[in-house]
């Protein structure tokens, strides 16, 4: 069961979550180049210019850390990753959860990403100006859970962590990508798992991706956020364990 954290995270985050599954599963969770503690050396701009490279490094690590197919747990970003990982090695993946998914967060047309593109411009001008500022300003809104405000600062804290300049190229690549048309390309097992209020997120993605990918599942957790798997592990667990009853039949 390998696990992929979303943008400005590492992969503490799993802490609430892959520990009720290392009984069942050998658990393997990492950071994203870039992040957390990975080599910032290894950092390629171009290599990162889009979500393939990262596909690339996952497939990398389920060839090196498994023994067969894999159920793949990413979340936000990490997503639409190892969607494209999917697409391009079915066989080495049993199943895939996405925690608050998106394939596109910019309106367009009949589709509702939850921004219009004068958003995300106006997102990235303020990261550009001011990025510790304006990670501490969005990460508690993304985070949620007003009555959890520990979760809110370790969020803070950890987007405050990454390194500006990959950070805010890191979130280009996030914002302004578009995997609409590879969602039904994906034929691997899937669990949309989205909270009932989420500013990153809105239900109108998940309708969107349960409606065009294929063998998926919908699942809403009543949650005010973006990170269930920290807000709302149990619940979140729960959602996880009924999939893949399912699933691995």
Request: with cysteine.
């Amino acid at each position: 069961m390998v696990f992929a954290h979303g943008f400005g995270c590492d992969q503490t985050m799993w802490r609430f979550l892959a520990p009720a599954y290392e009984d069942r599963f050998r658990t393997i969770a990492f950071d994203l180049v870039g992040s957390g503690g990975s080599d910032l050396s290894a950092y390629d701009r171009d290599k990162y210019g889009t979500l393939h490279g990262y596909a690339d490094d996952l497939l990398e690590i389920v060839d090196e850390c498994a023994t067969g197919p894999v159920i793949f747990v990413g979340h936000s970003v990490s997503t639409m990753i190892g969607l494209l990982a999917t697409i391009k090695a079915p066989e080495k993946f049993v199943a895939q959860v996405m925690v608050g998914p998106s394939p596109c967060y910019i309106n367009d047309g009949d589709y509702v990403g939850g921004f219009s593109r004068e958003d995300i411009d106006e997102l990235l001008e303020t990261m550009d100006a001011n990025y510790l500022g304006w990670s501490s300003s969005l990460a508690p809104a993304i985070m949620g859970v007003p009555d959890r405000p520990e979760l809110r600062t370790e969020l803070t804290e950890s987007f405050c962590r990454n390194d500006p300049e990959i950070a805010k190229h890191f979130a280009r690549v996030t914002f302004l990508s578009d995997h609409r048309a590879d969602v039904p390309r994906s034929t691997v097992p899937a669990l949309i798992l989205q909270c009932s209020d989420d500013l990153v997120a809105p239900r109108a993605v998940g309708d969107f991706l349960h409606r065009h990918l294929p063998d998926s599942v919908l699942h809403v957790i009543e949650n005010v956020g973006h990170c269930p798997h920290m807000s709302a592990p149990t619940e979140s667990s729960r959602a996880i364990d009924n999939f893949l009853a399912h699933a691995l039949r």
